[in-house]
């Protein structure tokens, strides 16, 4: 597949040379990537151009039946799914094939399985996953698919940077990957099965938006917030870099000089946000003004500004939500010792006596890549 620039965008500039693999991602971005009526729509990221895909129907539905066990174990389970389900067709992240459409075989038709994992951020509640590691046939979806490259800010990055500010601004985009539609041609390689009660039998149903699960997901979700953040970087300056450094995938965690700066720089990434289609939310800050500022649903008055701890915790947080390994979830930022030996490993973060706590001494022998700021 040829690109139609000569180099990939800007923001793929890495370090080092993208694989033949990490191009075609990247190409297939440029060619299918654009914003129709305010939200984002792509092509997904095929190894190989026209490939038929294998029946993967009937692994679905085997999946489905046994998923039928632990509903009637549970009682309320099949509603909380139902309800998500339904969700998703009020929101128009899927729509439900007929029978008609369901029979008619697209060349990258593929049916996936779906499995339910607790929200570790809402007990009791649980999220739909949509399995594309499944295998049928010997292979899975995520087989024919490119996983892209690796876009993610390292989480310790973001923290220490979040450490220089005087005021601290946090949000999350509600949805990401669903707030991305997958164009036409690719759609049907997002089906998936679920019962229909009232007729007593089984639907097909088909995932307009991108679902997670799919391994391509991640690296499509941040070159689309990133390009988005680029359109309109003339209009809102500020917003380019806040977004594409500040950010721990839907993430947004950012420190400022001062209340002013804080206002303007989260008010410009909300309104960028909100052209690409997606919602910043959750705000929280420190600052009761910026807070008030940014609130926008009426209940600012009842949130208390928040007390940002220990990097520690933030930390912790973040590594529940996006469940990383044990291992980065243990770090520790708050000794000489362990600060080091991250900006070391890392070798690209700047080191300050800023973001050490008070009763630590600063180190005069530390490495010299080790930069202060």
């Given at each position: 597949m040829k690109s139609k620039n000569n180099s990939t965008s800007s923001q793929f500039r890495l370090k080092k040379l993208l694989s033949s693999e990490d191009k075609r991602a990247v190409e297939i971005l440029e060619q299918t990537c654009q914003n129709k009526c305010g939200k984002y729509e792509v092509g997904l990221l095929w190894r190989?151009?026209?490939?038929?895909?294998?029946?993967?129907?009937?692994?679905?539905?085997?999946r489905l039946q046994c998923m039928r066990s632990r509903i009637l174990s549970e009682p309320d389970l099949f509603s909380k799914i139902d309800d998500q389900i339904k969700n998703l067709l009020d929101e128009g992240y899927a729509k439900q094939l007929s029978d008609e459409?369901?029979?008619?075989?697209?060349?990258?038709?593929?049916y996936l399985p779906v499995f339910i994992a607790p929200n570790p951020n809402k007990p009791g509640k649980i999220r739909l996953v949509w399995y594309a590691a499944a295998k049928t046939n010997g292979v899975c979806l995520n087989d024919f698919l490119l996983s892209g490259p690796d876009c993610l800010n390292p989480l310790i990055d973001v923290l220490l940077a979040f450490r220089v500010g005087k005021v601290a601004v946090s949000g999350d985009i509600a949805e990401m990957f669903h707030r991305i539609n997958i164009r036409q041609e690719d759609m049907h390689s997002q089906c998936f099965l679920w019962y229909d009660v009232n007729r007593n039998k089984i639907n097909t149903y088909v995932m307009r938006a991108m679902?997670?699960?799919?391994?391509?997901?991640?690296?499509i979700a941040h070159y689309v917030r990133d390009k988005n953040a680029e359109v309109h970087q003339q209009q809102f300056p500020l917003t380019l870099d806040a977004i594409q450094r500040a950010h721990y995938v839907d993430d947004f965690i950012d420190s400022m000089s001062d209340e002013q700066k804080a206002i303007e720089i989260s008010s410009q990434v909300k309104e960028v946000h909100s052209r690409g289609g997606f919602e910043i939310r959750n705000w929280a800050s420190k600052s009761?003004?910026?807070?008030?500022?940014?609130?926008?649903?009426?209940?600012?008055?009842?949130?208390?500004?928040?007390?940002?701890?220990?990097t520690e915790k933030v930390l912790e947080n973040l590594?529940?939500?996006?469940?990383?390994?044990?291992?980065?979830?243990?770090?520790?930022?708050?000794?000489l010792e362990s600060m080091e030996a991250v900006?070391?490993?890392s070798g690209n973060i700047e080191y300050s006596e800023m973001l050490l706590p008070k009763d630590v001494f600063w180190n005069p022998n530390r490495p010299a890549h080790v930069r202060g700021r």
């Open positions: 190989n151009d026209l490939q038929k895909l294998p029946e993967s129907r009937t692994t679905a539905l085997k459409e369901a029979k008619k075989e697209e060349t990258r038709t593929w679902t997670f699960g799919i391994n391509c997901a991640p690296f009761s003004t910026v807070l008030s500022y940014l609130k926008n649903d009426g209940d600012a008055k009842k949130q208390e500004p928040v007390q940002f701890g220990a590594a529940i939500k996006h469940q990383l390994r044990p291992r980065a979830a243990r770090i520790t930022v708050g000794g900006a070391a490993s």
